[in-house]
């Protein structure tokens, strides 16, 4: 799992802008598409459970506080899911909590 991780890590800065993509959009697309492979596997193998340290209590808290903002932001789409070529959105920050979880 761990290797599994470490190379998402690695590869990602590598990608280059293939399929009319820019350079930061397939770099998101494939940590977004890998991580969520990831995240599957490390439910399926680990199960449900997870130890609430205070540090995965604050990144939660944190979630929260991204998620309401994201639905009180004025455009709806862009706050929830970002704009390009970053992304910079609730789903990304969602998917950087489950790293965090992982890690």
């Given at each position: 799992m761990q290797y599994l991780l470490l190379g998402i890590v690695a590869l990602t800065p590598l990608l280059?802008?293939?399929?009319?993509?820019?350079?930061?959009?397939?770099?998101v697309i494939f940590f977004i598409l890998t991580i969520s492979f990831l995240g599957?596997?490390?439910?399926?193998?680990?199960g449900f459970n997870l130890k609430w340290t205070n540090l995965n209590k604050a990144?939660?808290?944190?979630?929260?506080?991204l998620f309401v903002t994201s639905i009180?932001?004025?455009?709806?789409?862009?706050?929830?899911?970002?704009?390009?070529?970053?992304?910079?959105?609730f789903i990304l920050y969602a998917y950087l909590f489950l790293v965090s979880l992982i890690v």
């Amino acid at each position: 799992m761990q290797y599994l991780l470490l190379g998402i890590v690695a590869l990602t800065p590598l990608l280059p802008a293939t399929f009319d993509f820019g350079f930061e959009q397939i770099k998101v697309i494939f940590f977004i598409l890998t991580i969520s492979f990831l995240g599957l596997f490390w439910v399926l193998n680990r199960g449900f459970n997870l130890k609430w340290t205070n540090l995965n209590k604050a990144s939660f808290l944190f979630i929260i506080a991204l998620f309401v903002t994201s639905i009180s932001g004025a455009d709806l789409k862009p706050s929830f899911l970002g704009k390009d070529p970053y992304f910079q959105g609730f789903i990304l920050y969602a998917y950087l909590f489950l790293v965090s979880l992982i890690v």
